[in-house]
């Protein structure tokens, strides 16, 4: 499924299941704490933190979709083409960064 599509989905997903969109700062608020359940896997499964027994049957795609589902709420509320914007992004960032990586000796 592309960008556009996803974006379709959720909208009909809202229009379908919900009542409507949560306001654009309920839903940065929702965001936020999305990211943050994402923080607190990566932290603890990936990073030096040890994994708290609730947290070891955590989904880390169940909760990277989350903040995906919301993004998308986000941008269809504020009529942002996500696909378009995310294709200018990939753009300028090939162009920006075609060599940047390769020639970084902290990635060596």
Not at 5 to 27: P, S
Not at 30 to 58: F, H
């Amino acid at each position: 499924m592309d960008v556009k599509n996803a974006q379709e989905q959720v909208d009909i997903w809202i229009k379908t299941h919900g009542v409507r969109y949560f306001n654009e700062l309920t839903n940065m608020a929702q965001l936020t704490e999305e990211v943050g359940e994402v923080a607190r896997i990566i932290a603890r499964r990936y990073g030096e933190q040890s994994e708290k027994e609730s947290d070891k049957g955590k989904d880390l795609g169940e909760e990277l979709a989350d903040v995906l589902f919301v993004v998308l709420c986000l941008a269809n509320q504020t009529g942002v083409d996500l696909q378009d914007a995310f294709d200018k992004k990939l753009d300028i960032k090939t162009k920006r960064d075609h060599d940047r990586h390769q020639n970084n000796p902290k990635l060596k």
